[in-house]
Each structure stands twice: as C-alpha cells, then as structure tokens.
C-alpha cells in the first residue's frame, strides 16, 4: 500500500505510475494500460466508501465478529 | 454408478461390504477417467493407500473415529499438504510444506482419506481462469465448455462430477458458494474464525473463510463439524461452543423466522434465478417456516468494503514476489494483485470501519427479527471458459465475508442452458447447525437436483 493519505480517482497516467513506482512496482509490463484501468475501478471505490463513512464511525483495528454484533 | 453418499459408504465400510482400500482404488479410477474436468493438480496416491490401509485396520479392530472415517476427500490447492509445494497454482518455484495444515490434520484425524489437491483461481485472486498458468482450469460436470466459477473451482468439479463427495474450498469473495452454485452442489462458508486457517495460503486475512464444498447439505455438515473448531495456530479462531450440525439435522423447522431478502436481487439477473427464488421462500412457508421480506443495507456497499480490504490485503502479501518474480504471475493475476498498489492505508482502515458499520446495521435488520436469511448467491449461470469477463454475473455473496456471517449456498433449480443456480442461507454467527438443518430440509423435501454431474 501506499502511504496514509486519500488517493484522488482523476490520475492521469504518469501520475498512477507514480503511485506504482513509490509502491516498489513500477509498471513496466505490456499489460500497464489493463492494470492502470483496474487502479483507477479500486480508486473509485475508496473515493464512494469514504463518502459513505459515518463521521463518527467507530476506529477499529481488527475484525471480531462476536464483538461486533454481541451489543445486538 | 454414482457413489454412496457418506452415510452410505459408512454403512458399506462397517458391514465389511467394502473396505477403504477398495473404495479409495476406486476414487482413483473415477478421477483418471474424468481428467479432461481438470479437477485435481496433485493426486497422492501414497498417502491415500496408507491411511485406507490404516482405516480399514481400525474398522476391523473396532476403532471408529466416526463418520468419515475411510472416505475420501479433496483439498484445494492453497492448502498446505506435506511434502507437497502450496503453489497457489502459480508458476513461484516454493518449497514442499513441512506439515499439514490444520484442516487436513483435523481430517485425517477424523479418519478421513486425501485423494489429491485440487484447481483453484491462481492465488483466489483471478475473476475468472487465467488460460496462462501450469495448470488447466477446471471444467463444470454439467457442461465442459463452461467455468465452474473460482476460486473452488477443482473442489466444487471434483464433488460435481461425483469423484468425492467432500472438498474443502476457501472463501474470500464467495469462492466456495460461487462454485457450488455453478456446479448444482451445496458451499458452506463458515462464521469467520469458525474453521483454523493455519497451512493455508491467505489471500486477504480478515475476509479469508475455509469451509466444505459437498454433495448434499447432509454432508457438508458431517465434515464441517470435522474442521471446525479452536486453533490457537490462527489469530482469528474463535473459542465457542456451538452444536454440531449432523446432530441438528432433521429438527422440525416450524415456526423458524425467515426473513427473503428480495430486494437484494429484485431488479438483477435472469429472471428464472429470480423466480426460483421466490418459490423458495414460499416452498419454506409451505415446510412451516414463517418467511416475510426484509429490507438490508446495499448490497454494493459490502462489494465496495470487501473490494478495497481484499485488494489492499492481498497486494501487502504478494508484493515483495510481484517485484522479484513477476514472471511467475499469469496475466490475470498479476493485473488484480498489482492493481491493489494504489490504494493507501487510509483506504483500507476506512474500509475496516465501514464494515463495522454495515456488519451491525445487517445483524439488527435481519437477525433482531429473523432466525434465517435467505438470499440469492449468484443471478446468473456458470459463463464460458473463453467468456472475457465483460457481463458479470451479479453475486450476492461478498457481503458475508464482510460480516463474517455464515452462509450457505445450495441448489435450487437449473436453468433452460441446463446449468445450475442456486440460493443462500444465512444465520447468526456460529449457528451453522440451524442453516444445515433448514438446507437438508429443502434438499430432502423440496428440491433434490437430479444430476449433479456426470
């Protein structure tokens, strides 16, 4: 992962390769346009979950299950 | 001649009709005479012959470790046999495991034969079979031409075609009920840290489920109650007391509160899958249950959540090997991994927190009324092997590797392509025994596939 900051989903190419090469895997491969176009879905996504997050949604660190539904 | 089912064979085996050995041969020869299924990568004949030779010893020496005991079984590919290399069915040259993952030894304890590994997805990550790696995709029982959905994708063929009657499968993003839903079998994904995952490969640890792929719900709830448990090896395993679910079969479902989740699915998918659906849930009033509809948070918030948590995961365990050995990748996967590179740790931890949110909102929507959820699983049949993945089916499965719930997934009808489909089951955490119970009462008294395979 990249570092801890929100990704804008607008990134032209030469800025996403940015993102790989500060990843350790700059994107040398005849298959970059795909996998560029794939970057650009999951920025999409992270862009309308961090509209969906509550404000005051709760910090967590790990997923428990029994903890997590055990107040209903 | 199809195979007994397992309760069948325990008869065969314990009356002396037939012995372990014979019946392990005869697995063998079904898998060499289906090897254009691709369902297996790795047989272990040695290892088999030892233990049927040990099962039937013991049988006659009146030491029976219970149902399973000499019946053959399958594990997928990202599980850790030893002496075998865990290859993710990738071309990374990785040595053999030193030990068993914990579901093969909770197996074997059990009395219970390995025949083989079986095909997955590379790495569960692919959306659908690569065409580039070592090894080829598996093929659906019901038609060859056609995927049997991944990432199970062997251990579903393998039931499918009648070659065992149990696999084990994992489940990330509905890797075992997709399969088994294309195949006209029965999935069971578990309650997250139902089942240890110690020796299996990950692909992303906090959605990662292991649970049985079987011919009948009957089934997968003997060997589910076989690898479920507390492993102090997997820091996610839940320690609780839960009724075992072959015991919990047959209880009268009169009066269980179900509630249809029909607008998941109201406006998506084949219309025949959709239909199919409501005559389960009516199917189910006319069994005594008492079915209403109930509404649940968007399904695509759950696809969203689990999308950034799997990608994000999966790229931090695949990316020191992406840099170094990115040859070893096939195409497919090597797209879906690297992508993940782009999203930052805010993303992931946002991800963690909405799926609190929405793990919640589901419990008290459903579980505050309702005993059983019913869902679809996947709006559509098994694609083409050579389909490109450009019209997905719609699934309805991610959203319990969001909340962790556990989910079953059985067939309820084929559709005019002569392709199965199938729905979901859902229950509060650890009450797996209460949706094996209510799937055996659909598949003994509603709907009992004719052909499961050939």
């Known amino acids: 992962m990249t570092s801890d900051r929100s990704t804008p989903t607008d990134l032209n190419d030469a800025q996403l390769d940015e993102l790989f090469e500060l990843a350790g895997l700059p994107l040398t491969c005849e298959d970059a346009p795909a996998i560029r ?27 428990d299950i029994a903890a997590t539904v055990r107040p209903l | 001649v199809k195979q007994p089912t397992i309760a069948e064979t325990g008869r065969l085996l314990r009356s002396g009709a ?13 898998i060499d005479a289906a090897a254009s299924l691709s369902a297996f990568t790795t047989l ?9 030779a040990r099962a039937d010893v013991e049988l006659r020496n009146g030491i029976d470790r219970g149902p399973l005991h000499g019946v053959p079984y399958a594990v997928k590919e990202l599980i850790d046999v030893a002496g075998l290399a865990t290859t993710g069915q990738s071309r990374l040259a990785l040595p053999p495991a030193s030990r068993d993952a914990s579901v093969v030894s909770l197996l074997d304890a059990a009395g219970a034969i390995l025949v083989g590994k079986t095909t997955t997805y590379e790495f569960g990550i692919e959306p659908r079979p690569g065409l580039d790696g070592p090894f080829p995709p598996a093929r659906n029982p019901h ?30 993003g509905g890797s075992i009920r997709g399969p088994a839903v294309y195949c006209g079998v029965v999935g069971l994904k578990p309650t997250y840290g139902r089942v240890p995952r110690r020796g299996v ?8 489920h292991i649970g049985p792929i079987a011919a009948t719900v009957a089934e997968a709830a003997v060997a589910f109650d076989a690898i479920a448990g507390h492993d102090p090896d997997d820091s996610a395993s839940a320690d609780v007391d839960t009724t075992p679910c072959a015991s919990s079969l047959g209880n009268d479902i009169a009066g269980l509160r179900i509630g249809y989740a029909r607008r998941w699915h109201q406006d998506a998918g084949e219309p025949a899958i959709r239909a199919a659906l409501d005559y389960a849930a009516q199917a189910l009033t006319a069994l005594g249950a008492v079915v209403e509809e109930v509404e649940l948070p968007d399904a695509s918030k759950f696809d969203t959540v689990a999308t950034i948590i799997l990608q994000a995961e999966a790229f931090a365990l695949h990316r020191e090997t992406l840099a170094s050995h990115p040859e070893a990748y096939g195409k497919l996967a090597y797209r879906h991994l ?24 589901l419990h008290a929507q459903a579980f505050t009324r309702c005993d059983v959820l019913l869902t679809a699983s996947v709006l559509g049949t098994a694609p083409r092997l050579d389909d490109d993945g450009r019209t997905p089916n719609q699934f309805r499965v991610f959203p319990f590797n969001v909340t962790g719930h556990p989910a079953l997934a059985l067939p309820i009808g084929v559709a005019a392509n002569g392709l199965p489909f199938g729905m979901q089951l859902i229950s509060r955490p650890f009450e797996e025994a209460l949706i094996c119970n209510l799937g055996h009462a659909y598949e003994t008294q509603i709907y009992q596939p004719r052909a499961r395979g050939k």
């Open chain 2, 18 to 30: 037939v012995t372990a050995v014979q019946l392990t041969e005869t697995t063998f020869q079904r």
């Open chain 2, 143 to 172: 038609n060859p031409d056609h995927t049997t959905g991944g990432s199970s994708s062997g251990s579903a063929a393998a039931v499918a075609g009648d070659l065992v009657r149990i696999a084990v499968g994992t489940d990330t």
């Open chain 1, 37 to 63: 176009d794939l970057a650009r879905k999951f920025l999409a996504q992270a862009a309308l979950l961090r509209e969906s997050l509550p404000f005051d949604a709760e910090p967590t660190h790990v997923f």
């Open chain 2, 44 to 52: 272990t004949r040695d290892r088999a012959a030892a233990a049927a």
């Open chain 2, 338 to 361: 690297a992508a993940g590179a782009v999203l930052s740790a805010a993303d992931r931890l946002h991800a963690q927190r909405l799926r609190r949110q929405l793990t919640r909102d």
């Open chain 2, 201 to 208: 490969l990950p692909l992303s640890p906090s959605l990662d």
